[in-house]
């Protein structure tokens, strides 16, 4: 069964890169069938897509969050990453990395932005 | 970008059938907006429910169905059981971009 673990630093200073990294057992991350996600939620808040990747290299952002995301994989560690910049406040959520279409996600980090 | 709306929150009795729905802004919801369901629990991680409009998870019970509805997507429970008392989200892709809806809290009383 396919398992995701998300891992990275739970605290980031205001202004700089917050930087997460989904590791995946259990399957590969090389399936052309699937895309992989980045979800957040600010506690007490909805859902919030962060973007998704195919394989392919192909990848989508939320429009409002595109000049701050980057979402890459290794293959060779078999995981994918996420970085976001100039953090702020508002970006202090829980963040789950994901394969949706197989139910598959990460119990989630959070990621407190300090001043 | 789009906006997709969900009910904020709705009330079913145990037993009780009751249909969320997932509208998108930008006009009928069809297949090619790929809806997907999440279900969440307090302190817990989302999990897929449906899936591409109407494919159900495995873990998930037969008494929850995908479809689409009106113009929408829709999730429907028949015969709510305490245990679906949570936060129903959707999803829906505009060509590779993703938008959630804000969330639908059910409560089964």
């Known amino acids: 069964q396919l398992q995701l673990q998300e891992s990275g630093p739970g605290l980031v200073k205001s202004s700089e890169t917050l930087s997460l990294t989904c590791g995946v057992s259990g399957g590969s991350i090389r399936s052309s069938s699937y895309f992989w996600s980045w979800v957040r939620q600010p506690p007490g808040k909805g859902l919030e897509w962060i973007g998704s990747m195919f394989y392919s290299g192909t990848t989508y952002y939320n429009p409002s969050l595109k000049s701050r995301v980057t979402i890459s994989v290794d293959t060779s560690k078999n995981q994918f990453s996420l970085k976001l910049s100039s953090v702020t406040a508002a970006d202090t959520a829980v963040y789950y990395c994901t394969r949706p279409s197989s139910d598959s996600w990460g119990q989630g980090t959070l990621v407190t932005v300090s001043s | 970008q789009a906006v997709v709306t969900q009910e904020p929150s709705l009330t079913v009795s145990p037993g009780g059938t009751v249909t969320l729905t997932c509208d998108s802004s930008t006009g009928p919801v069809t297949t090619g907006h790929y809806p997907y369901w999440f279900q969440q629990k307090p302190g817990q991680a989302p999990r897929t429910l449906i899936y591409?409009?109407?494919n159900r998870r495995s873990w998930a019970p037969g008494r929850f169905a995908g479809s689409l509805l009106g113009g929408k997507a829709a999730l429907t429970l028949s015969g709510a059981q305490p245990e679906d008392e949570a936060e129903y989200y959707c999803?829906?892709?505009?060509?590779?971009?993703?938008?959630f809806g804000g969330g639908t809290k059910l409560t089964v009383l």
């Open positions: 591409e409009t109407s």
């Open positions: 999803l829906l892709s505009y060509s590779g971009i993703r938008v």
